[in-house]
């Protein structure tokens, strides 16, 4: 039997934390925005912000396929994942990994469950005490941009993401989950591209959201899950 990790440090490797570095490192191959006019008015960091927290708050479900790259520092290594996630309001999510990986991260509302195929075991936490970042919390009809973190607007030249916008946000409430987090903003729909969350450790989890789509029916059962036989759950 694999030893108990705490829930955080569980969640985080599927999810939620990544490291700090320089600009360069976190613009390797973004994707692509949708062209847009340049604006005459300077932008500021809040009001895109503000764009993508009204686009998110009039949405019911998102639901994208999404590849994931988790860069280890201490081992110089990248764990490579797809999948699809599905959120829906309020507080509803699904992360569906693809086979060989066959990790599920799901959340009903009330209990997050943390399923590790591999190590055959789940933690379950309430939802309110999971400390899923709050980059991710918007998407599920929770939390605030502007009100959860302190914004600056990065050069999308530099970040490879013309057209676009690139967010950094620091935490405003320090949490042991993640440092820093970096937000690719399509400037024509105000719609989050892709999301780099960052650790003290010197992580980097990148995730790519691909072909997203708003307001579609979510299967029944999107968001319960029961471990196979044998799983060995760990509760706080």
């Known amino acids: 039997m694999h030893r108990p990790r705490s829930f955080t440090v569980a969640f985080a490797a599927l999810l939620g934390v990544v490291a700090l570095g320089t ?16 604006s005459a008015a300077p932008v500021k960091a809040v009001d895109i912000a503000s764009r993508v927290q009204a686009f998110y708050n009039q949405t019911k479900t998102f639901s994208s396929n999404f590849v994931q790259d988790y860069k280890v520092k201490a081992y110089n290594t990248t764990k490579h994942s797809t999948g699809k996630v599905v959120f829906q309001k309020p507080g509803e999510m699904s992360w569906t990994y693809d086979t060989p990986n066959g990790n599920r991260v799901v959340s009903d509302g009330t209990t997050l469950k943390v399923y590790e195929k591999e190590n055959q075991q789940m933690y379950e936490t309430p939802l309110g005490k999971s400390q899923y970042p709050a980059a991710l919390a918007f998407l599920m009809g929770q939390g605030d941009l502007n009100a959860s973190f ?41 719609q989050v591209r892709r999301m780099v969350i960052l650790d003290a450790q010197g992580n980097r989890n990148t995730f790519t959201f691909e072909n997203p789509q708003v307001n579609t029916p979510v299967a029944a059962g999107e968001f319960t899950f029961t471990p196979p036989p044998g799983t060995q759950i760990v509760r706080p």
Do not use: C
């Not at 600009?23 to 340049?38: I, L, N, T």
């Not at 057209?163 to 400037?187: C, F, N, R």
């Open 150 to 190: 302190n914004l600056k607007l990065l050069d999308s030249k530099k970040m490879k993401f013309e057209g676009g916008h690139v967010l950094e946000g620091t935490p405003k409430t320090p949490t042991p989950a993640y440092q820093k987090v970096i937000i690719y903003v399509d400037s024509a729909t105000a």
């Open 23 to 38: 600009a360069s490192a976190w613009a390797d191959d973004p994707p692509r925005p949708a062209p847009s006019a340049p």
